[in-house]
């Protein structure tokens, strides 16, 4: 009788294994789902950014990037704050601010969250 389990039935093993391969199938993917809106959000930002090259010259200058922030952000910046800003931004310190530079900024900083959030007080700590 044990004979006909094995040979009608699945073992535990086998549906084990069975269940951990649709498991990995599934989180493919997902994770090629993600990747790809992950890659559109990216475009998105960049062809945003473009707009932000005043003298369309395919970078942006910290003068550009001050600007926007002024114009464009829902806590009114001085001057000398959105500078701050776009020096903060600017990694390597050469005076323009690329889109890799730009993104990573907006990945790894606060400033853009508190700013939809609203919390003033806490901007001003992080930019003093």
């Given at each position: 009788e044990s004979d006909e389990e094995e040979s009608g039935e699945e073992s535990g093993d086998q549906k084990l294994d069975r269940a951990i391969l649709t498991l990995k199938n599934r989180i493919s993917k997902m994770v090629s789902k993600i990747e790809v809106q992950i890659d559109d959000v990216e475009s998105k930002i960049g062809d945003k950014l473009h707009l932000l090259d005043k003298d369309g010259?395919?970078?942006?200058?910290?003068?550009?990037?001050?600007?926007?922030?002024?114009?464009?952000l829902k806590r009114n910046f001085s001057h000398e704050e959105a500078m701050a800003v776009a020096t903060l931004i600017d990694e390597n310190q050469d005076g323009i601010a690329t889109l890799e530079e730009f993104l990573k900024w907006i990945e790894t900083n606060k400033i853009i969250q508190l700013l939809k959030e609203g919390e003033d007080g806490d901007l001003d700590r992080l930019l003093a």
């Amino acid at each position: 009788e044990s004979d006909e389990e094995e040979s009608g039935e699945e073992s535990g093993d086998q549906k084990l294994d069975r269940a951990i391969l649709t498991l990995k199938n599934r989180i493919s993917k997902m994770v090629s789902k993600i990747e790809v809106q992950i890659d559109d959000v990216e475009s998105k930002i960049g062809d945003k950014l473009h707009l932000l090259d005043k003298d369309g010259d395919g970078i942006m200058s910290l003068e550009e990037i001050a600007d926007a922030m002024e114009l464009v952000l829902k806590r009114n910046f001085s001057h000398e704050e959105a500078m701050a800003v776009a020096t903060l931004i600017d990694e390597n310190q050469d005076g323009i601010a690329t889109l890799e530079e730009f993104l990573k900024w907006i990945e790894t900083n606060k400033i853009i969250q508190l700013l939809k959030e609203g919390e003033d007080g806490d901007l001003d700590r992080l930019l003093a």
